[in-house]
């Protein structure tokens, strides 16, 4: 059996933790959308809920031809909420999308590109100003929107950072996002990847109750090395 890896992991661990990942789930394919209006509305819908409910308030914008920041922002918000309301918090998603709209038409004169081609720590702060945008959302619209390495951390890479022993001195976003961004290389294709493999590695296998047994990180993860062994685990690369 390997030793876990270091409670403060290196770069090869980090690297090493992608390829695994990788071998056992490959390509991923994200962002499952059709382009930066689609990623951008479907990265501030997705928050608290899953992506089932996140297509079914999409189809419901697609059916109701507001498809555009140009229609979201001459949209009642009311009207708004109705439409997004399998995605849970409905009005405060509305407020969100009416908010980014405002932007883009106002501020913009309706030119999204205007504000994707800024450059990364720009685009970052001003998304982050935008009312109810977070650092998740905003890293979201910056990677697969924008196109530009910023990492993104969600509940998933938390639980597994946790799991792994990795877990940062410090709790906050840029803690986590550090493991990544300080051992990786600024690169938007390895970042949307590895973003994407963590999400179905946490969906699938590191869930709330975890399947250690069929785990390919099983025998590198303070957690998985304690857990009781079974036959039928996964193998990894």
Request: charged share 25%; hydrophobic share 35%.
């Amino acid at each position: 059996m390997r030793p876990p890896f270091p409670t403060t992991p290196t770069h090869s661990c980090v690297r090493s933790l992608y390829d695994r990942l990788y071998a056992t789930y490959g390509p991923q394919h994200w962002w499952p959308g059709d382009g930066p209006f689609d990623v951008i509305v479907g990265a501030i819908l997705t928050q608290n809920t899953n992506w089932r409910n996140v297509e079914k308030a999409l189809d419901a914008l697609r059916n109701a031809d507001i498809w555009s920041f140009k229609a979201i922002h001459g949209t009642e918000r009311d009207d708004l909420a109705d439409l997004i309301r399998p995605s849970g918090y409905f009005n405060q998603k509305a407020r969100k999308l009416h908010e980014f709209a405002a932007l883009v038409e106002n501020d913009l004169n309706g030119n999204l590109d205007q504000l994707l081609d800024l450059p990364m720590d720009d685009l970052r702060t001003i998304l982050l100003g935008i009312w109810g945008v977070g650092e998740e959302t905003a890293d979201d619209i910056v990677l697969y929107a924008a196109d530009k390495p910023s990492f993104v951390i969600d509940t998933y890479t938390r639980r597994i950072v946790d799991r792994l022993g990795w877990r940062p001195q410090g709790v906050r976003y840029r803690d986590y996002q550090s493991l990544f961004t300080e051992r990786l290389p600024s690169d938007a294709t390895l970042f949307n990847e590895y973003h994407a493999l963590l999400d179905e590695h946490a969906s699938t296998v590191c869930r709330p109750t975890p399947r250690c047994n069929q785990c390919c990180l099983q025998d590198i993860c303070a957690t998985g090395t304690n857990a009781p062994s079974q036959s039928g685990r996964a193998q990894c690369a």
